[in-house]
């Protein structure tokens, strides 16, 4: 016993078109930009700073030598800090420490000058 097949009627694709007519054109156009909306949102723009990840902020009405002191003592602080942690190691993580606190060095010394820049031009 064969069953019997059923097929789908013919339809014209001029009538399953979205843009047929003026109207079905704006209703597919509509649909689009909705579901764009909900499927595609666009990401957010971010600024140059990450505002969910900022916990610092510099005030921005400080003077220049403000800022450098600042520097100069976070740099004096993390060069005594590796120093520190350098003295308890061995080898390798000694090696690494020692390599980051001379960075930190080089930093101290950068802020130092820029200091006695800004101090300089105080002066004058």
């Not at 080089?106 to 300089?120: C, Q, V």
């Amino acid at each position: 016993m064969q069953k019997a097949s059923i097929s789908p009627p013919e339809i014209d694709s001029a009538d399953t078109s979205p843009y047929a007519s003026p109207d079905s054109k704006k209703l597919h156009e509509a649909a689009e930009r909705a579901l764009d909306h909900y499927l595609k949102p666009e990401p957010p723009s971010r600024n140059s700073v990450d505002r969910a990840m900022q916990m610092f902020m510099v005030a921005p009405d400080i003077n220049s030598e403000a800022i450098a002191i600042q520097t100069y003592e976070t740099f004096s602080s993390v060069s005594i800090l590796l120093l520190d942690l350098a003295d308890s190691l061995e080898d390798k993580p000694r090696h690494l420490a020692m390599a980051i606190y001379h960075l930190s060095e080089m930093g101290l010394l950068l802020a130092e000058k820029t200091l006695d820049s800004e101090r300089a031009i105080a002066l004058a």
